[in-house]
């Protein structure tokens, strides 16, 4: 926090410990103790106590305007009846509202299938079905190619440990077949 709001300062005490060590010291800078001049050949520079008391300034005067405006009365009403006070289950609001714009932005990605009622139903029905087009075009047909895989090798899976420790058994010496 020092080094932002003073930091020609600082700067000038990190000076002396870079020509301590031997090295070349930084830039001097002919600018006042508030204004920061990063380097002296640019006309670019900073006034952090200047850019601090301004954003102070503005942060009370907006606590004092809002303070002004406010009647400090709250309105109370039941939650989630949208100020209304007979609401049944055909005017509440689901997370179909909420839910829809992102399926709208995302719709590439989704394969989607909606059943929508008209407004003459008797009984509507509103229903939405939503698959990712990545798993239908790519792991469902992997995943039953492996299904396939694994029920033509089935047989080799016999319940008895006979047939294990003979599975094993060959396993190494192919291996050891192999490695000569």
């Known amino acids: 926090m020092l080094l932002g709001l003073l930091p020609a300062q600082?700067?000038?005490?990190?000076?002396?410990?870079?020509?301590?060590?031997?090295l070349q010291g930084l830039?001097?800078?002919t600018a006042p103790w508030w204004l920061l001049l990063p380097l002296p050949d640019r006309q670019a520079s900073y006034a952090p106590l200047v850019f601090l008391v301004t954003v102070a300034a503005v942060v009370v005067l907006t606590v004092l305007a809002v303070r002004a405006v406010w009647h400090r009365r709250v309105r109370r009403s039941a939650a989630w009846d949208c100020g209304f006070v007979r609401l049944d289950a055909r005017m509440q609001d689901t997370a179909e509202g909420f839910g829809q714009p992102?399926?709208?932005?995302?719709?590439p990605f989704?394969?989607?299938?909606?059943?929508?009622p008209t407004p003459f139903d008797r009984a509507p029905h509103y229903s939405v079905r939503i698959a990712d087009r990545l798993w239908l075009g790519l792991y469902q047909p992997l995943g039953g190619l492996v299904r396939a895989l694994a029920d033509?090798?089935?047989?080799?899976?016999?319940?008895?440990?006979?047939?294990?420790?003979?599975?094993?058994?060959?396993t190494l010496l192919v291996l050891l077949a192999l490695m000569l």
């Open 10 to 22: 600082i700067v000038t005490a990190l000076d002396t410990v870079v020509r301590q060590l031997g």
């Open 27 to 29: 830039p001097t800078a």
């Open 102 to 107: 992102i399926r709208h932005i995302f719709q």
């Open 110 to 116: 989704f394969a989607m299938q909606r059943e929508l």
């Open 152 to 170: 033509r090798i089935a047989w080799l899976q016999q319940g008895r440990i006979s047939a294990y420790l003979l599975y094993g058994f060959v």
